[in-house]
């Protein structure tokens, strides 16, 4: 498979403070040269006959590609994130950015911070939005190879020094001041669109309990820490707990099949968490049993295991 060049996605003669020869030498030396090498090694790869070749040589392609392929794609990015205008974000990524980092001077402060951490060195500065949580956050990608799994970036900066040095010489900080300014937030903003039409990794669905109401292990804890009444359901199996040696602090362990003998001794005037192992049937059933009681009941997504994960307290069980 050979990889076709994109045609640069910026109009060079508009951008303020970066020279056409700034941008031509980046364009066609160093993302050309990416898309080169990129080529180069699929076509080494494509010739491979991969049950003889020995793995080091395998892995070192490999590598090898992941780099330009990184650099190719990161280098389109960074030339579409440029265009003249005002520097200042459209009202949809303002909100966005505000949402998630607190405000957009807030961003900037720390999308300018991490591009001058990497000044006189090399790598980028990427703004990804993340759809497992939806939400936008400041990344590095070390060495054209390290990203967030899953994120998408839709802004790049470039700090390798080929891609100020033209202009700039060492001065990196008045290079980011002038990229600032050159932002495209309009595409910028249409990458965000794009990005937040893409679904997060799908959750295991259990559809037998699709209408019982869950709630999540830090809403759980939230409630402990401030002190909100809550009772607390260990709904383990017995066969399961007798072989733990810790339960949740704040929980008690009951019998999930002698529901009928212990539902007496709960308050139907504060909330229930029920939960077993993983979150899945047993609990589902325990909490489903007491709501048919008239028990403002809930189960604890994620069960005892995912309490333990997010490093929740826990006691000795006895």
């Not at 990161?74 to 994130?81: G, K, P, V």
């Not at 974000?89 to 957009?104: E, H, I, K, N, Y």
């Amino acid at each position: 498979m050979r990889y076709q060049l994109t045609p640069i996605n910026t109009r060079p003669w508009l951008l303020n403070g970066l020279s056409l020869r700034l941008i031509e030498s980046h364009y066609e030396n160093h993302y050309g040269g990416a898309l080169r090498r990129l080529n180069a090694i699929t076509e080494q790869l494509e010739s491979l006959d991969f049950d003889t070749t020995p793995g080091y040589v395998v892995n070192s392609l490999k590598r090898e590609e992941l780099v330009a392929l990184n650099s190719t794609l990161l280098h389109e990015l960074y030339f579409a994130s440029m265009a003249f205008g005002d520097g200042r974000p459209t009202q949809m990524l303002a909100q966005a950015l505000t949402r998630d980092f607190g405000s957009v001077d807030r961003w900037r402060s720390e999308f300018v911070a991490m591009a001058k951490g990497l000044a006189g060195g090399s790598g980028w500065v990427l703004l990804v939005y993340v759809p497992r949580d939806r939400r936008l956050s400041n990344q590095y990608p070390g060495d054209h190879a390290e990203t967030t799994a899953g994120g998408i970036p839709i802004l790049a900066l470039d700090m390798y020094e080929h891609a100020y040095h033209i202009d700039f010489g060492a001065n990196a900080t008045a290079y980011i001041d002038t990229f600032q300014r050159n932002i495209d937030w309009t595409s910028t903003q249409a990458r965000y669109e794009d990005a937040s039409k893409v679904e997060g990794p799908r959750p295991l669905v259990q559809k037998e309990f699709g209408d019982l109401p869950g709630i999540g292990v830090e809403d759980v804890k939230a409630m402990l820490d401030s002190g909100t009444p809550v009772q607390i359901i260990d709904a383990r199996p017995r066969s399961y707990i007798s072989r733990q040696q810790d339960i949740m602090d704040g929980a008690v362990w009951r019998d999930p099949e002698r529901v009928r003998d212990w539902i007496g001794q709960l308050s139907k005037s504060d909330p229930v968490v029920v939960f077993c192992a993983y979150g899945f049937h047993v609990g589902c059933k325990t909490a489903i049993a007491l709501r048919e009681a008239g028990f403002d009941a809930k189960y604890m997504k994620g069960g005892h295991s995912a309490w333990r994960a997010i490093g929740g307290p826990l006691k000795l069980y006895t």
